[in-house]
Nanobody
């Protein structure tokens, strides 16, 4: 249901913009987020935005990445600037809705590779 777009290969210092689009509307969104999994590492939260606009970021990307979202379109974006080789990972988007309980939808990952 969720499709992550915008990955690719970029040189260090470059920029990419990831988009996560839902094929159908998701109602009662609580938050939207981006995670990543680097080779040999566990999945980690990169950034999250709540339906009321609060954001949180991993320390490693603060000041370089910006998350934004459109609840009405069930779409979330991640603007990535100043990319570093250590940002290389598969990036996943998620949308969490509050129905009778919290339900999280996941998109397929998109590869981001940063060359030095």
């Amino acid at each position: 249901q969720l499709q992550a777009l915008g990955g690719g290969t970029v040189q260090a210092g470059g920029s990419l913009r990831l988009s996560c689009v839902s094929t159908s509307s998701i109602f009662s969104i609580n938050n939207m987020a981006w995670y990543r999994r680097a080779p040999g590492k566990q999945r980690e939260l990169v950034a999250r935005i709540t339906s009321w606009g609060s954001t949180e970021y991993a320390d490693s990307i603060k000041g370089r990445f910006t998350i934004s979202g459109d609840n009405a379109k069930s779409t979330v974006y991640l603007n990535m600037n100043g990319l570093k080789p250590e940002d290389t990972a598969v990036y996943y988007c998620s949308v969490t809705a509050l129905w009778d309980n919290l339900r999280t939808f996941w998109g397929r990952g998109t590869q981001v590779t940063v060359s030095s």
